[in-house]
């Protein structure tokens, strides 16, 4: 089984002008994320994928394989689809397919480990890790609440329409799916909650996919605000 890591890469972000190019300790923020990816060593190939040939030439750069994709993607998923539909990787339907959005310079081999291993029981993973008060009422930072045995039901910017009672995890910007679901999952119809929260996952929710979660420890700083940068900044 092989198992393949993509980095989607969209210039246009709508909340941090330009993300992926991001200075952070005279290093993009792609190029951070990348290093993490490759330090985890557990990949059989890893690919950038963007539509910008700014990033492209940034990344090959800095020796990553960057494929350039449609502008016309909605999602980082609809990129992967497009990027494993060009590779002449010889997949096979069960190889897994890692996401790593090019937000989460934290992750390593632990998370990654973590999320592979959920391939024993589902098709489509994810990590999640527990919510501070403090991020409750952030609305970049995306919660979910699952099952006891840590299925999915639902993903939110706010946490308004679940009960109180309902333990809050935060979201970690990282999906594992087979070749055979990635490719089923761009064929889905949207839906009206996935527009209006600008989450793909709900789609998948909507047309009856089970998402497993991995819960990690760490509470990783997903970069996606001005906010999240200065934290980082801080910290650095």
Known sequence: MKIIAVIPARYKSTRLKNKPLIQINNKPLIQLTYEAVVNTNLFDSIYITTDAKKIQTISENFGAICILTSTENRNGTERCVELIQKIDENLNDNDIIVNIQCDEPFINKQHINKLINLFKEDTIGTLIT???????????????ITTKDLKAIDFSRTNKNWAKTKKLFKHIGVYAYTKKTLLRLKELKVVKRELSESLEQLRWLKHNYSIKCAV????LISINTKNDLKKVLKKN
Request: negative net charge.
């Open 130 to 144: 527990p919510l501070k008060t403090s991020e409750v009422s952030d609305e970049s930072i995306v919660k979910t």
């Open 216 to 219: 990690i420890n760490e509470s």
